[in-house]
């Protein structure tokens, strides 16, 4: 017997292919927005947070050996240098808190977080042993192998932790951007389908039964325009908020807390510089290559007006220049540079006076911290940075809010629209159907 595609035949195969041209728009929708809403937790939630942690340890690593040299050069006024020792130590204690609590890509981030744990106390007991041996010389000698064990182990550590987490945070925002356009094509082509089979269905009730308009059809592609535009703005606000917080904040972010890493590990160079005279040319020229790395500024090059020349500056300040977003952001930026040259000029300052046998007056400037005197400069430095990095956090957080926030609740909606959109197509078709059953 052959089968016959009657009137009440098409629309029951028409109803049917609505719920399911439904299905397969929810199924595009949910994976769409879960790619965006992934790879927003990728990077905000777990990357970016164990990579700025990541950089507070470097720093507070590095503060802390600055402060044991510095309390070394002079142990009869060390209460400053000890108690601004002990707030890195609370620092890096918290930092290293959250980056255990935070582990997301195992070995990778498990075996340096291990490795700062154990060797941190090695290095606190040789570090307190520099503080406590009466001769000079040993004392130098105990200090030396604590800033080894820290230049050689636990800052390693801490920039193995940054790059296991930036290449997971990298691999993220790569997948979305190529996968991105594929996810959207899909959704479209899926809705596309959907109401190109609605008006299909409108026509043949038009032609066949003549009736104009089915209105539980008409409200079944009004539901299905309207969910489209809002699916799309959320995927695209996503987006948008992905690349604030990734490419505008995080960068900055990044950036600004390599900066201060350095310059503490920079200062301390500047402290060794005078406690240890032997090993005085090695410390001289670390400190400057560390110095480059942060603002790379030439003879005669204007601090003011850098922009003409910014193809020329090198540097991790200047980078962070080229990247300004947010308001306030340039001005604290630029705080930053003249604050770091400030200081830099200071230890030329000191170096000469080294050079020219005035040691004392040299170690009065290194350690001071009264205006004018290296401390007090480099806490300058220091202000403007962290403000910067406030700046930067703070746009970071609400993005990663916002982009959360408009990419929620689609779960619930889309399973709900697309119910809507079968019963609507159902209903609209089953009293014709039932014309032809009377």
Known sequence: MKFKLTTPVILWLSSAGIALLAVFMMVAALHSVSLHRQA???????SAPSIIAAQKMRAALSDMDANVANELLNPTA???????????????????IAASENVTFGDAERIPLQTLEFNLSSYE????????????????????NAMTLM??????????????????????????????????????????????????????????VRRRFNLPLLAATLVVIVFLLVVNAALSAGEHQ??????????????????LASAYDA????????????????????????????????????????????????GLLFDELR??????????????????????????KIRALNREGKTKEALELCIGSKPGQSNWAFEQFEKSVRKTIEINQSEFDKAADTGFSRLAGFEV??????????????????????????
């Open 413 to 438: 909606i889309t399973p709900v629209v697309t119910l809507l959109c079968a019963l609507l197509g159902y209903f609209g078709l089953i009293v014709r159907i039932r014309e032809y059953s009377a």
């Open 151 to 208: 230049s050689v182990t636990l800052l390693p550590a801490a920039e193995a932790l940054d790059i296991a987490n930036r290449a997971e945070l990298e691999k993220s925002y790569q997948q979305l951007t190529s996968s991105s356009a594929v996810s959207r094509f899909l959704l479209w082509f899926a809705s596309a389908c959907l109401l190109a089979a609605l008006a299909w269905v409108q026509m043949f009730l038009n032609n066949r």
């Open 125 to 144: 007991r040789q570090a307190q042993s520099a503080r406590l041996l009466p001769d000079r010389d040993r004392s130098r000698a105990a200090y030396r």
């Open 40 to 46: 927003l937790k990728t990077v905000a939630k777990d």
């Open 242 to 259: 992905l690349k604030v917080v990734k490419e505008d904040a995080f960068q900055s972010i990044h950036d600004l807390w390599r900066t």
């Open 267 to 314: 200062n301390a160079d500047e402290s060794r510089y005078l406690l240890d005279p032997a090993n005085a040319a090695a410390y001289e020229r670390d400190f400057f290559a560390k110095a480059n790395n942060i603002a790379e500024i030439e003879k005669g090059q204007s601090i003011e007006n850098w922009e003409p020349i910014s193809k020329q500056t090198k």
């Open 78 to 96: 060390s209460a400053e240098a000890l108690s601004a020792y002990e707030t890195r130590r609370k620092e890096l204690a918290n930092a290293l």
């Open 323 to 348: 990247n300004i977003t947010f308001a306030g952001e340039r001005e604290a930026a630029m705080e930053s540079i003249r604050t770091w040259v400030a200081y830099v000029k200071i230890d030329n």
